[in-house]
């Protein structure tokens, strides 16, 4: 099992930038691919980012250009510029331990507004 925690979250106002933490522990030499998910409240969880321990990443076209996720030992980041209002909500990290195991953290609110 792998244990997450986000961290950075917060109120920007539109254009401006953040960048997210997510400190693995646990049995983290199971992990073979991270992503960063988000979810607006009565709306389904949204992928907007995929990493593979190896470092190659996807995005979707609503983030492409902006977001960028990275990992530094056990630590999973999300740099997220040039933030739009439909940007906020409470963003998760996940990891996957094959053959398909999922560790989800509890999650980290980021507010866009004026």
């Known amino acids: 099992q792998v244990e997450l925690v986000e961290s950075g979250g917060g109120l920007v106002q539109p254009g401006e930038s953040l960048r997210l933490s997510c400190e693995m522990s646990?049995?983290?030499?199971?992990?073979?691919?991270m992503a960063w998910y988000r979810q607006v409240s009565g709306e389904e969880r949204e992928l907007v980012a995929r990493l593979s321990w190896s470092g190659r990443t996807s995005y979707p076209d609503s983030v492409k250009g902006r977001f960028t996720a990275s990992r530094a030992q056990t630590t999973l980041y999300l740099q997220m510029n040039n933030l739009l209002p439909e940007d906020a909500g409470v963003y998760y990290c996940?990891?996957?331990?094959?053959?398909?195991?999922?560790?989800w953290g509890r999650g980290t609110r980021v507010t866009v507004a004026t």
């Open positions: 646990g049995n983290v030499l199971c992990v073979s691919s």
């Open positions: 996940n990891a996957l331990c094959p053959p398909a195991y999922n560790s």
